[in-house]
């Protein structure tokens, strides 16, 4: 288990958000109450699922996420404080951080910028290809999202093909190895490499300060599985946190 983990273990959410000044009330699985990040008195809209650890207000902040996420936003702090915070609460010795070298940092600048330039890469295959449209057309009719929710989000499309995003960024100058380093590709048995996400709606997922670590992604064809799929754990993606 992960200190991240073990934290998240020791800590109750809800008693958490009780000292914070959050009335709760059960209601079946869930503990709801008024949001504490904005004026509220009508309508309680914010909820916790205490099975899970989450909490989520569904009124003006539309936000959401763990006890870490719950003390950042709280207390107007970054990630790592609400770590230490909450680690001398839990009573969780943290690892010793080791700082990168110049040369790590530079490495891992080079992923990131990887990582963003697909982001606008699966961006433009659902918004201005073809190939993009009937995925397009899934998220505007079916799924019922606005367009103005689609590039708030930075949605895309992973083509159907096993070496599209491949070849783009080896012609980027990207090394097979890069773009296995962030989780992009995948091994063949036989050798060689293919397009880890393929005919799949692209789900940025970004860090607490907003910079590119990987990608969620959604099946289209119903056939497919599994119906999602996360990019694996890399230098830039911890799925702990």
């Given at each position: 288990?992960?200190?991240?983990?073990?934290?998240?273990?020791?800590?109750?959410?809800?008693?958490?958000?009780?000292?914070?000044?959050?009335?709760?009330?059960?209601?079946?699985?869930?503990?709801?109450?008024?949001?504490?990040?904005h004026a509220n008195t009508r309508?309680?809209?914010?909820?916790?699922?205490?099975?899970?650890?989450?909490?989520?207000?569904?009124?003006?902040?539309?936000?959401?996420?763990?006890?870490?996420?719950?003390?950042?936003?709280?207390?107007?702090?970054?990630?790592?404080?609400?770590?230490?915070?909450?680690?001398?609460?839990?009573?969780?010795?943290?690892?010793?951080?080791?700082?990168?070298?110049?040369?790590?940092?530079?490495?891992?600048?080079?992923?990131?910028?990887?990582?963003?330039?697909?982001?606008?890469?699966?961006?433009?295959?659902l918004l201005n290809t073809p190939?993009?449209?009937?995925?397009?057309?899934?998220?505007?009719?079916?799924?019922?999202?606005?367009?103005?929710?689609?590039?708030?989000?930075?949605?895309?499309?992973?083509?159907?093909?096993?070496?599209?995003?491949?070849?783009?960024?080896?012609?980027?100058?990207?090394?097979?190895?890069?773009?296995l380093d962030v989780g992009l590709?995948?091994?063949?048995?036989?050798?060689?490499?293919?397009?880890?996400?393929?005919?799949?709606?692209?789900?940025?997922?970004?860090?607490?300060?907003?910079?590119?670590?990987?990608?969620?992604?959604?099946?289209?064809?119903?056939?497919?599985?599994?119906?999602?799929?996360?990019?694996?754990?890399?230098?830039?993606?911890?799925?702990?946190?």
């Amino acid at each position: 288990m992960s200190s991240i983990d073990d934290i998240k273990a020791r800590i109750d959410i809800v008693e958490l958000a009780s000292e914070a000044g959050v009335k709760l009330r059960r209601s079946g699985r869930t503990q709801t109450g008024f949001c504490p990040f904005h004026a509220n008195t009508r309508t309680p809209a914010f909820v916790i699922w205490p099975e899970t650890g989450t909490w989520r207000c569904f009124g003006e902040c539309n936000d959401g996420g763990d006890i870490f996420k719950f003390v950042m936003k709280k207390e107007g702090i970054d990630f790592k404080e609400a770590l230490q915070r909450l680690a001398e609460r839990a009573g969780v010795q943290l690892e010793e951080l080791h700082p990168q070298t110049p040369e790590q940092k530079e490495e891992n600048q080079r992923l990131r910028n990887l990582l963003e330039e697909a982001a606008t890469f699966y961006r433009h295959n659902l918004l201005n290809t073809p190939l993009g449209a009937p995925a397009l057309e899934y998220l505007l009719k079916k799924r019922n999202l606005t367009a103005q929710t689609i590039e708030n989000f930075g949605l895309g499309y992973a083509p159907n093909a096993w070496e599209s995003a491949l070849n783009y960024f080896k012609a980027k100058k990207y090394s097979e190895q890069e773009l296995l380093d962030v989780g992009l590709l995948a091994e063949r048995d036989s050798g060689g490499y293919y397009d880890k996400f393929r005919n799949r709606i692209m789900i940025p997922i970004r860090d607490e300060n907003g910079k590119m670590a990987g990608f969620g992604a959604r099946i289209l064809d119903p056939n497919d599985i599994p119906k999602f799929m996360n990019s694996p754990q890399t230098v830039l993606f911890d799925k702990g946190r």
